[in-house]
């Protein structure tokens, strides 16, 4: 088991590309943490120095304290599973399985209980005499973290390991994933662009953006305080609704002035957050996470009212997600994009509700939306660093 320590690491490949940015963070000894981003943000690069598999430009690396940048993959004693997985394709399911086992001198029986045990959890009972060949895409990935699994190793490195599989054995997987870190309490670093994986398995989350770590938290502080515009349209999904606008007055009180979309600012909302204040006058944008909506009740006029018409329904079971064009005229904040790929700056300004799948919300029907302003993230428009106190 092994504390891991990023401090300051930097990784520029040999054509400029700057992967890995000034990168701080400490992975505690027994931690699972979930690193997160989009495509090209770092990821793989991250993990693959821990692993010793990528030459660290700047900045030391330290595991269990001891810098670690110049020591031999094999000295690390980390297993990874890779997002592409090798498997030896001369070699049997179990043989695969057992390779770092035999290579580390095991003995027979011991490599057989330990493979027969990772098989039955895997799944992979039935094959354990085939072929990579002979295997679906998701049984070989299956077979990849076997490998790792079957090893105690100090830290395991996961990189997307439940991309290929289908929805139900991926659930079933992150549920045994997260229940056997907990149990060996081995330090365990997971990368996926999987929203409910992030949430879900992490005891922390690392958001990274273009080689640079955006937050570091608990998956409900992320959700609830997202630090930064990116993670706040990054984390939930559907994505939080984004208007762009600036603080101001409406009647003599504290108001959201989005567009022609105007949201008081109500005591709660206020008390929270004192520093909105202080951004009177300034470009803000307002974030609004689509299950913050409710469903007004019949009073056309009443303030913060936000009106519009169905533009269509995906209808999710549990509950609808709304499109609803907007009345308003207001803007969506750049980086949100509509469904052709197009940023929305006109005036027709659609945004996306969460409501309970029992209302029956049609398309073309006229619908009245409310939000608790106190529900209401705010980001400043020139730092994107969301006003938080
Ligand atoms: N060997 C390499 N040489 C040069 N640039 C590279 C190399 N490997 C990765 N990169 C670049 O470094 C950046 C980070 O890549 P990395 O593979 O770490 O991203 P990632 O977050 O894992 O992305 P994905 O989610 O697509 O796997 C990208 O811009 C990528 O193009
Ligand atoms: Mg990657």
Same mark, same amino acid.
């Given at each position: 088991m092994a504390e891991i320590v990023f401090d300051r690491v930097t990784k520029r490949y040999d054509d400029g590309q700057l992967a890995v940015n000034a990168l701080e963070l400490t992975i505690a000894d027994g931690e699972f943490l979930v690193l997160v981003g989009p495509s090209g943000c770092g990821k793989s690069t991250a993990l693959r120095m821990i692993a010793g598999l990528e030459e660290i430009s700047d900045g030391e690396l330290l595991i269990d304290g001891v810098i670690a940048n110049d020591l031999a993959p094999r000295d690390r004693n980390i297993a990874m599973v890779f997002q592409s997985y090798a498997l030896y394709p001369h070699l049997t399911v179990a043989e695969n399985i057992a390779f770092g086992l035999k290579v580390r001198g095991t003995d027979k029986a011991e490599i057989d209980r330990k493979v027969a045990e990772t098989a039955?959890?895997?799944?992979?009972?039935?094959?354990?005499a085939r072929k990579p060949g002979k295997l679906s895409g998701g049984q070989r990935q299956?077979?990849?973290?076997?490998?790792?699994?079957?090893? =105690? %190793?100090?830290a395991y490195l996961m990189d997307e390991p439940l991309s290929n599989l289908d929805a139900r054995l991926r659930g079933q997987m992150r549920a045994e994933i997260a229940r056997l870190q907990k149990m060996t309490g081995v330090t365990t670093i997971y990368v996926t662009h999987d929203q409910v994986e992030a949430m879900t398995m992490g005891d922390r989350v690392a958001v990274m953006n273009k080689g640079v770590l955006q937050q570091l938290a608990e998956p409900r502080k992320l959700y609830d305080a997202p630090a930064n515009l990116f993670v706040a349209g990054f984390?939930? =999904? %559907?994505?939080?609704?984004?208007?762009a606008g600036q603080i101001g007055t409406s009647g003599g009180s504290p108001a959201l002035l989005l567009g022609e979309l105007t949201i008081p600012l109500d005591a709660p909302a206020l008390a929270a957050r004192p520093a909105l204040t202080d951004h009177q006058g300034k470009p803000v944008i307002a974030g609004i996470r689509p299950e913050a909506f409710q469903v007004a009740p019949d009073e056309p006029s009443a303030p913060g009212r936000i009106c519009g018409t169905v533009a269509f329904v995906e209808d999710l079971g549990a509950s609808l997600l709304v499109h609803v064009d907007l009345d308003a005229g207001a803007v969506v904040a750049s980086g949100i994009e509509d469904e052709s790929g197009d940023e929305m700056t006109s005036a027709r300004t659609r945004l996306r509700a969460v409501l309970d799948g029992t209302l029956g919300i049609k398309g073309g029907a006229r619908i009245g939306l409310t939000v608790e302003p106190a529900r209401i993230h705010v980001f400043d428009a020139a730092t994107e660093l969301a006003i938080t106190h």
């Open positions: 039955q959890l895997l799944e992979l009972g039935d094959y354990l299956r077979v990849a973290m076997g490998r790792a699994l079957v090893r =105690s %190793p100090k984390i939930g =999904s %559907p994505p939080m609704n984004m208007l």
